[in-house]
Structure formats: structure tokens, C-alpha cells
């Protein structure tokens, strides 16, 4: 394995980070807001079929 230069190295991570798109102030936004939306929207889900789980197996357990 080559034994690299610092200096180059951090040259070489100043021209790849000078390549990387950063996104805007409202494209974080609005993806921050849909990721939140989502999160709220699984847990909504898996509520539900929590809730819908546990009652099944609580009549199952009660007939016996």
C-alpha cells in the first residue's frame, strides 16, 4: 500500500468537496418535513397492527 502525502490528501478532498451538490435551505426542508411525515405515518402503522396483534391474541387466549 502506497504511503500518501497529507497535503495531497487533503488538496484532493478540497477538489471533491468543491464537486458535491449541496442541497438548498428548502429542498432540506422539504425533505426533513417528509421524512418526519413518513415517520409519523409508520408509526401510525405499526400502532394499528400492534394494537390489531395483541387483540387477536387475546381473544385466542380467552376461549380456552
Do not use: C, G, H, Y
Amino acid at each position: 500500500m502506497a504511503k500518501s502525502n497529507p497535503v495531497e490528501f487533503l488538496r484532493q478532498v478540497r477538489i471533491e468537496l468543491n464537486k458535491v451538490v449541496w442541497p438548498s435551505r428548502n429542498e432540506t426542508l422539504i425533505s426533513t418535513i417528509m421524512v418526519l411525515v413518513m415517520v409519523m405515518l409508520a408509526s401510525l402503522f405499526f400502532l394499528t397492527a400492534d394494537q390489531v396483534i395483541s387483540w387477536f391474541v387475546q381473544l385466542l387466549l380467552s376461549n380456552r
